[in-house]
């Protein structure tokens, strides 16, 4: 990457490489360690960008699909809502907080007014 990116932009970047095939996308949006829980019953830990990928490889690779059906775009954080592809399973809240043009940490909610509340959060 060689300019930060907007948070409008890492908006557009995640929603392209999280709803297409190439999650390769994601480094270039990922600080090198990030903050990382992403469902909600995930302990917070830093992780290197290798993890992070991985996690969202795996579970393209067992054919779980996300689509994003609504995103909310804040000057530090950018909200995701996801649906699986799967039916029956539930929606699942990601909130991105971003520093320097770079994704710093991920928490994953269950509840989009907990996700929504999350990304107001000072770092």
């Known amino acids: 990457m060689t300019h930060a990116l907007t948070p409008a932009q890492v908006t557009a970047a995640l929603r392209a490489a999280l709803e ?3 999650l390769h996308a994601l480094l ?3 600080a090198p360690h ?4 992403p469902t909600p019953e995930a302990v917070p830990a830093n992780a290197p960008r290798a993890t992070i990928l991985n996690w969202y490889a795996q579970l393209h690779a067992s ?6 059906e609504e995103s909310f775009t804040y000057p ?3 909200v995701l809502g996801l649906a699986q592809a799967r039916s029956g399973s539930p929606a699942l809240y990601q909130v991105f ?3 320097d043009g770079r994704i710093t940490s991920v928490q994953g909610h269950a509840d989009r007014y907990e996700a929504l509340g999350d990304a107001y959060r000072t770092p």
Do not use: K
Not at 34 to 37: N, P
């Open 76 to 78: 530090d954080a950018v």
């Open 28 to 30: 270039d949006l990922l």
């Open 63 to 68: 054919g779980t699909r996300a689509r994003i």
């Open 34 to 37: 990030t903050r990382w829980a």
């Open 20 to 22: 297409g095939d190439d």
């Open 97 to 99: 907080q971003i520093g």
